[in-house]
């Protein structure tokens, strides 16, 4: 089904167009988010907030660009409109919780968690750290960077949906990975 | 080959996204670094670390839970949805409300003002009843004397 005939299809409401159109983003839309939020509930959350906007906003299209660029960029503005919130929502709650733990900390001391499996620990705890540098990531470079990465994205794909050019996309990439690079360095250094 | 030089390189040898050749050569200096073969381990878990992320599957009832959830945003969307001059009625009316309420609350508080502005009594004697008006007071009041 060609651009123009999901456009129609999307704006008579019209299901089996609606049910192909999520057929065929579903999966690519929530490694999106997952890339963003890196937590699979909250990815599926998002990737349906996508869908139901796309439908509701069909008339909004403007046409100047392909359907699956439109689908990207709605899908990377809920990701990081979700994750601005839950700053908010973490900044909030951490001052609470700082609270609550000093509290239990003055009771009991502090309780450490036994590393049953070491292996699994330090891939558990490489995994927290290698979250944290790439949300650490500057805007651009997290978003070209996710794209590539988690969905397989070629170059001049992602430079259509940031609308940007090739070269600036790669070069935003090169940096992001150098970046993560330093990160993780610096994490087994004891820096991080 | 330097470490410093190999250490830059060793995030796209563990992506696997260099040319064959640099790729050898990388790898021919980790064999006999061990520095730089631990870096290129931990590159290589952050990497493994992404591909299992990246294998998280869906929930296979992903489209009927977003025709579920479309079907409560859409009536949502309708109930909510009002055109623009109703809006502006309904937030005009509610100003001249507030003005109406504001209005009634200062010419009730200048009514009370003549009570607040020095005390003042008088007696007038009619029927043998004393009325005095206490300024401070709001409303006259009447005393019964006792004779």
């Not at chain 1, 456009?7 to 167009?17: F, N, P, Q, R, S």
């Not at chain 1, 790439?134 to 397989?152: E, M, V």
């Not at chain 2, 640099?22 to 631990?38: S, T």
């Amino acid at each position: 089904m060609n651009d123009e005939a999901i456009i129609i299809g999307l704006a008579d409401k019209d299901e089996k167009v609606f049910h192909e159109l999520v057929k065929s983003f579903q999966k690519n839309i929530f490694h999106t988010c997952l890339g963003f939020v890196h937590n699979t509930e909250d990815a599926q959350d998002i990737s349906q907030d996508v869908f139901i906007e796309i439908y509701r906003s069909v008339n909004k299209f403007r046409g100047d660009s392909k359907i699956s660029t439109w689908v990207y960029r709605i899908a990377v503005n809920k990701s990081l409109n979700f994750l601005r919130k839950q700053k908010q929502i973490k900044n909030i709650s951490s001052i609470e919780q700082l609270h609550s733990d000093a509290k239990i900390q003055g009771e009991q001391g502090i309780i450490k968690e036994p590393a049953t499996d070491e292996h699994h620990f330090e891939k558990k705890e490489l995994a927290r750290i290698l979250i944290k540098a790439i949300d650490s990531l500057p805007k651009n470079q997290r978003i070209a960077f996710t794209l590539s990465k988690y969905d397989d994205m070629q170059y001049a794909e992602v430079a259509v949906v940031m609308d940007m050019s090739i070269p600036a996309v790669e070069s935003l990439i090169h940096r992001a990975k150098l970046n993560l690079q330093k990160k993780l360095f610096r994490y087994r250094e004891g820096k991080y | 080959m330097n470490c410093k030089r190999i250490k830059k390189n060793l995030i796209f040898l563990a992506e696997k996204s260099l040319p064959e050749n640099e790729e050898k050569l990388l790898l021919n200096h980790i064999k006999n670094c061990p520095a730089c073969k631990e870096k290129y381990e931990l590159l290589k878990t952050a990497e493994n670390i992404i591909s299992e992320e990246r294998s998280a599957e869906l929930n296979p009832y992903f489209y009927s839970t977003v025709t579920g959830k479309l079907g409560s945003a859409e009536v949502n969307h309708q109930t909510e949805y009002k055109p623009a001059w109703i809006r502006i009625a309904n937030g005009s009316m509610l100003i001249a409300i507030i003005a109406a309420a504001v209005i009634l609350g200062f010419s009730l508080g200048k009514n009370d003002s003549k009570y607040l502005s020095a005390k003042q009594s008088f007696n007038q004697s009619s029927n043998g009843f004393h009325t005095e008006y206490n300024v401070t007071d709001k409303k006259p009041t009447i005393s019964i004397p006792l004779y």
